[in-house]
């Protein structure tokens, strides 16, 4: 795999972009514990969220591979994690639009998202974030719509999202009721909460979505009702091999930092470069990487193309990528020592790359997606296959 020339100027154009904006505003952002909103808004004039985007549909894209470069660019400038778990929020939101939308929905939603518009995707709930068959958010069938009851916590980018794919139960429709619904923060009964509090990730505002009979139009469901499973786990796959793609390019700048510290930095008379312990750690930090990078290509493909296995080999890099991140970061941290402790960067992502082991589904979960898809074994109901791990058979 190898990008072509028109990918790799997008890939260093929105690596220096990431580096002259999202990297050095990413410290104050993630005091202040709020998006970049500066950084956002020069990426969507820059026409970043087009290319995510077929021509089609007024966007400008040719080839997904071609926002794939670009992301990875910013990945590579951007230094800041939860800027990037929001950005995959948000292009995920784009992709079930382009995917499953109808003409009416990608016209309505798709070039508001392209521009301003940030958006979300909410699953979870209170009661838990694995076990989707536990949702409780509930629709019933009204005059003009659904009207939509219920709340959802721990969502990337709901305290300033404008647009959300939101998972609920259609009332009346018996087992297959799970149904996506497109909603929009201005709709009455709708209320976005402030950002949570969190270990990390404060520049990626994450909170709760709660709708108190909100009514939605009928034609704002994605897919048809009661199959929102199917296209939510498209989504949640695309999801899963971005974060491969975003770690991997995230960890290329930590390489290049540990490189020229181990040469500068002295110990027992020689620079720690000369250590074999220290080697080890610079040599599993490189394997890390391109191990995350080449299986997320790898998976990426198989998505893009419709391959039997997509989800599982999506689950593969989610894995590799977020168990790889947090054990990268923790190589860096040990190879700067105090200062790699200290309040910086450094710290910043070892705290910002536990929370990818938990957002966009669990290790275990990924395990369990694999195991199904590996097995091959058939689901039997709808509630035997709905929880963020699963594909629908
Ligand atoms: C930074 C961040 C961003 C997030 N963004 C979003 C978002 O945009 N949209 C959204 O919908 N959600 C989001 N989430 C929530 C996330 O998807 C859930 O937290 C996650 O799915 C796990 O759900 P839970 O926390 O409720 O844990 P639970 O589902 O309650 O699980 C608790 C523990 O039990 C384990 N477990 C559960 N079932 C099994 C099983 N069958 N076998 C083995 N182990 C099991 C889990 O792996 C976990 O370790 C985000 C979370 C984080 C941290």
Redesign the pocket.
């Known amino acids: 795999m190898e990008w072509t020339p028109e990918q790799d100027r997008l890939r260093h154009e929105y690596e220096e972009l990431a580096r002259s904006t999202v990297a050095l505003r990413a410290a104050e952002c993630y005091q202040a514990g709020t998006l970049d909103h500066h950084s956002w808004e020069t990426l969507t004039e820059c026409g970043f969220w087009r290319l995510a985007v077929p021509a089609k549909y007024g966007g400008a894209g040719t080839s997904y591979w071609d926002f794939v470069a670009a992301l990875e660019g910013l990945a590579s400038g951007a230094g800041d994690l939860g800027f990037l ?1 929001s950005v995959i ?1 948000h292009s995920g939101t784009l992709r079930g639009l382009v995917e499953f939308g109808t003409d009416c929905q990608r016209r309505r939603h798709l070039e508001p998202l392209m521009a301003k518009a940030i958006a ?5 709930e209170a ?5 989707v068959a536990r949702i409780r958010t509930g629709a019933v069938a009204v005059a003009n719509g659904y009207a939509i009851t219920g709340q ?7 305290p300033i999202a404008d647009i959300a794919l939101l ?1 609920a139960r259609v009332a009346g429709l018996g087992r297959r009721d799970i149904t996506i619904f497109v909603i929009e923060r201005t709709t009455p009964g709708i209320e976005m909460g402030p950002p949570e509090p ?1 270990l ?2 404060r520049t ?1 505002p ?1 909170g709760s979505i709660t709708l108190q009979n909100a009514v939605i139009a009928a034609d704002e469901i994605l897919g048809s009702i009661g199959n929102g499973l199917e296209p939510m786990y498209s989504v949640i796959s695309h999801d899963r091999v971005l974060y491969g793609i975003v770690a991997a390019a995230f960890i290329d700048p930590l390489v290049d930092q540990v490189l020229r510290f181990v040469e500068q930095r002295q110990a027992f008379r020689s620079p720690i470069a000369e250590h074999q312990y220290v080697q080890g750690r610079v040599t599993d930090l490189v394997i890390l990487r391109d191990t995350i990078r080449w299986v997320s290509y790898g998976a990426l493909g198989r998505l893009l193309t419709g391959h039997p296995e997509a989800s599982a080999s999506c689950s593969v890099a989610k894995l590799a990528a977020c168990e790889g991140l947090c054990q990268a970061t923790q190589h860096v941290m040990a190879i700067f020592g105090h200062i790699g402790y200290m309040a910086g960067p450094i710290s910043r992502a070892a705290a910002d790359a536990l ?11 990924q ?2 997606n694999i195991f199904h898809q590996v097995v091959g074994r058939p689901a039997k109901a709808q509630e035997a296959t709905c ?3 699963f594909a629908q058979t």
């Open positions: 778990l929020a979300s995707t909410a699953i979870t009661s838990g974030g694995s076990d959802k916590c721990h969502i990337t980018n709901a998972l969190m990390g990730n990626s994450t929370g990818t082991r938990i957002a966009g589904g669990t290790a275990e979960m395990r369990k929880h963020t791990g």
